[in-house]
T-cell receptor
Framework: QQQVKQSPQSLIVQKGGISIINCAYE??????FPWYQQFPGKGPALLIA?????SEKKEGRFTISFNKSAKQFSLHIMDSQPGDSATYFC?????????????FGSGTRLQVQP | EAGVTQFPSHSVIEKGQTVTLRCDPI?????LYWYRRVMGKEIKFLLH????????ESGMPNNRFLAERTGGTYSTLKVQPAELEDSGVYFC??????????????FGPGTRLTVL
């Protein structure tokens, strides 16, 4: 049973467009939701993260929108650039147990065309 | 500052053979994690060390996998004997052991394991 479901599997966006990646989670005890960006040949790198007490967090061109009642969160990349082409993973973690095991989505391969 | 390093970057072995993967965390990071991504699916947690102790090994798939972190520095993950379904990319990550800072896990580039 996959606890974090991510869509779409792949995404093609024109330069300057908005990229949107969606995730849904099952476990309401999750309280930390990071997004990771992975370039080919590299490991995933933390991009931006949010906690459920806020509905939106913005860092530069990257925004996380969080809907606690729907158990969904999404990543929006504004003014998408070819350099944003990468695989993006959403993840979730339950901090209060002390466990630090991240539960990941299956990833979205983003291609931004020039 | 050097990031998380993993060795080898690729490994191709026959079914039934043994493979040992190595991870060197960022210096000073007490937390070390192993994850695996199989066939383009989600990245799955395997286990978590705090220094040399296994904090959480709930994700280890079976007893063919053995992880060690002697001395609390680098870690090894041994697969013995390897099966076809063990193929995938094995990621190591590390984090600091301070509140909130321990949430940010820094990942290595991974070891791509192919079992034939």
């Amino acid at each position: 049973q996959q606890q974090v479901k991510q869509s779409p599997q792949s995404l093609i966006v024109q330069k300057g467009g908005i990229s949107i990646i969606n995730c849904a989670y099952e476990n309401t005890a999750f309280d930390y939701f990071p997004w990771y960006q992975q370039f080919p040949g590299k490991g995933p790198a933390l991009l931006i993260a949010i906690r459920p007490d806020v509905s939106e967090k913005k860092e530069g061109r990257f925004t996380i929108s969080f809907n606690k009642s729907a158990k969904q969160f999404s990543l929006h990349i504004m003014d998408s650039q070819p350099g944003d082409s990468a695989t993006y993973f959403c993840a979730a973690l339950r901090e209060d147990t002390g466990r630090r095991a991240l539960t990941f989505g299956s990833g979205t391969r983003l291609q931004v065309q020039p | 500052e050097a990031g998380v390093t993993q060795f080898p970057s690729h490994s191709v072995i026959e079914k039934g053979q043994t493979v040992t993967l190595r991870c060197d965390p960022i210096s000073g990071h007490d937390n070390l994690y192993w994850y695996r991504r199989v066939m383009g699916k989600e990245i799955k947690f395997l286990l978590h060390f705090v220094k040399e102790s296994k904090q959480d090994e709930s994700g280890m798939p079976n007893n063919r996998f053995l992880a060690e972190r002697t001395g609390g520095t680098y870690s090894t993950l041994k697969v013995q004997p390897a099966e076809l379904e063990d193929s995938g990319v094995y990621f190591c990550a590390s984090s600091q052991n301070r509140p909130s800072a321990n949430l940010e896990q820094f990942f290595g580039p991974g070891t791509r394991l192919t079992v034939l």
